[in-house]
């Protein structure tokens, strides 16, 4: 088993905040949703946030590529409906190329 860390910022709103992470509550992701990212080899994820930086944690499986997972979502129309959706609430970080949300974490340390 293969983990990533992943993060991305919500814009600074209160209300948007709360309405991003009500979508991200047990059951209200569309199924769909979930089940692409089963397809593409995540075993888990988990998304955290402080303030309105979000920090993502995938654990994947031996099938799992970035390459192949978007490949699979562009060629989903619920998965390209699902991330419009969520522009809604994420931004971009200020050091992301033009149309990047989730960027890849470098890992520094472990015990």
């Known amino acids: 088993m293969k983990k990533y860390c992943l993060a991305v910022d919500l814009v600074d709103d ?10 991200h509550k047990a059951g209200n992701a569309w199924p769909e949703i979930t089940q ?3 397809d593409a080899g995540i075993s888990n994820m988990e998304i955290y946030r402080l303030a309105n930086r979000m920090f993502m ?4 499986d031996d099938t799992f590529s970035f390459e192949r997972k978007a490949a699979m979502d562009a060629a989903n129309p619920k998965v390209q409906e699902w991330e419009q959706l969520m522009w809604k609430f994420q931004q971009s970080m200020p ?3 033009p149309g990047e949300k989730w960027l890849l974490m470098d890992k520094i340390f472990q015990l």
């Open 14 to 23: 209160a209300a948007l905040i709360a309405e991003y992470e009500n979508w």
């Open 36 to 38: 692409s990212i089963r």
């Open 57 to 60: 944690i995938m654990e994947v």
């Open 95 to 97: 050091f992301a190329k």
